[in-house]
């Protein structure tokens, strides 16, 4: 049975703008992004995706678990899962422990019952990413990852990886190869052109789906609106 886990996250609390204020005009580009997104999957439905990023501090991990929610706010169950066995963040945007997570059930230590937690949204489960191991690249690579995706699949309407940067480490590139698409997070003023296509050709080179990218903290004087998905 999923469990609450509890966390005080002190001063690494983070705020959900599509659950505290779904009627605001960044709520509403996530949605949107949503549509594109099952508008853009007619003929091939997309049940399991992973979100990553060319590098650091994109908004990546805040745009996965905004678009969780706006999944979940749809009807539909969804499994959240921290997949960044590296950094981390998942649990503190939820307000969750990490005793227990991903990197358990990779290893045998837990089952998919056992770790899986119940967040303040309906409709909506989160997987931390648990203990950091040391060696993330083939725990994602692994027949027991492969296993645990299929599970999943049977269990949710969606599931959604939050994975590391693509530029930095392998793992996104490993787990393009066993789920439906992948999205790529850029940040206005801060991604760098030859860094966002980089990270396009990289996943392009494992055969990716690459659903689409998702320009993140565009400036509100350049446009009239926050987000913005395209292909």
């Given at each position: 049975m999923a469990r609450k886990k509890q966390f005080n996250v002190g001063s690494k609390m983070r705020h959900?703008?599509?659950?505290?204020?779904?009627?605001?005009?960044?709520?509403?580009?996530?949605?949107?992004?949503?549509?594109?997104?099952?508008?853009?999957?007619?003929?091939?439905?997309?049940?399991?995706?992973?979100?990553?990023?060319?590098?650091?501090?994109?908004?990546?991990?805040?745009?996965?678990?905004?678009?969780?929610v706006v999944y979940a706010q749809q009807g539909k169950k969804v499994l959240l899962v921290d997949a960044d066995l590296r950094k981390p963040t998942i649990h503190y945007t939820f307000r969750l422990d990490n005793l227990r997570g991903l990197s358990n059930i990779l290893v045998g230590e837990t089952t998919l019952e056992e770790t899986v937690g119940t967040s303040d949204i309906t409709n909506l489960d989160v997987i931390s990413c648990g203990p950091i191991p040391p060696n993330p690249?083939?725990?994602?690579?692994?027949?027991?990852?492969?296993?645990?995706?299929?599970?999943?699949?049977?269990?949710?309407?969606?599931?959604?990886?939050?994975?590391?940067?693509?530029?930095?480490?392998?793992?996104?590139?490993?787990?393009?190869?066993y789920v439906d698409g992948a999205i790529l997070v850029v940040r206005s003023k801060k991604t760098e052109n030859e860094a966002a296509k980089q990270a396009l050709e990289a996943l392009e080179s494992v055969h990716a789906n690459v659903l689409g990218v998702v320009l993140n903290d565009r400036d509100k004087k350049e446009a009239n609106y926050y987000y913005y998905y395209g292909s």
């Open positions: 959900l703008i599509t659950n505290i204020n779904p009627r605001s005009p960044i709520s509403e580009q996530y949605r949107t992004v949503r549509t594109n997104l099952q508008f853009a999957s007619v003929d091939n439905e997309v049940r399991s995706m992973l979100l990553t990023s060319a590098g650091p501090a994109e908004g990546k991990s805040m745009t996965t678990a905004n678009l969780a690249s083939e725990l994602l690579g692994s027949r027991r990852m492969q296993a645990f995706i299929e599970t999943v699949k049977e269990k949710y309407d969606m599931v959604i990886f939050d994975m590391p940067p693509v530029l930095a480490v392998t793992d996104a590139k490993i787990l393009a190869n």
